[in-house]
């Protein structure tokens, strides 16, 4: 564990092979949602590092880039939506692998592909259950139902940001429809 236990790594980078960055942003105040990054392998799909904690779009993009740099200047995949854009700005002319769809950067998460990232990192979890090393995802798995409204996600108090990262990691290589 680095940086007051926010950043778990389970495995190291190892040279040669490419890495993916899931990134959830978000605003970064004391009570609200955590920033979120999942560092996986990007052919077998093993979790390899794990980011969760409170930053703001521009603290956050300085984890990215020293993370992404770290693990082999993984591509990193930003969820645009709400903070992303702050996020996405930050990390612009840095030299870093951006991801990028339909000629922008950064994933855009939809009605549409939230329920396919969903329902495919539901499928990754049953029968794959051995990619994953950490227990905060685990947890925040755990917590994630199905709304009232028909909505997947956190429970009352708790919290998604994890994996919305993993999804958004997962899409990029390319485990879902919406890729």
């Known amino acids: 564990m680095r940086n007051n236990g926010s950043l778990q790594i389970w495995l190291p980078p ?5 890495y993916v ?19 996986v392998d990007q052919k077998s799909g093993m979790q390899c590092a794990e980011l969760r904690a409170r ?21 990193i995949v ?20 951006v991801y990028e769809e ?3 950067q950064g994933a855009l998460t939809t ?19 051995k990619l994953f090393r950490s227990a905060r995802f685990i947890e925040e798995c755990r917590a994630f139902v199905l709304t009232k409204s028909g909505r997947a996600e956190a429970a009352a108090g708790a919290h998604d940001d994890l994996v919305m990262a993993m999804c958004v990691a997962m899409r990029a290589r390319g485990c879902y429809a919406s890729s």
């Open 111 to 129: 009605t549409v592909s939230r329920a396919e990232m969903i329902a495919g990192l539901g499928v990754l979890l049953t029968e794959k259950p």
């Open 55 to 75: 930053l703001h779009p521009r603290e956050l993009a300085e984890r990215v880039t020293e993370l992404a740099r770290e693990y082999n200047d993984a591509l």
């Open 14 to 18: 190892m040279p040669g092979r490419k």
């Open 102 to 104: 339909r000629g922008q």
């Open 21 to 39: 960055m899931g990134v959830d942003p978000a605003g970064g105040g004391s009570e609200g949602d955590f920033a979120a990054v999942q560092v």
């Open 78 to 97: 930003v969820e645009r939506n709400n903070h992303g854009a702050a996020v996405l700005a930050y990390l612009e002319n840095r030299g870093l692998q």
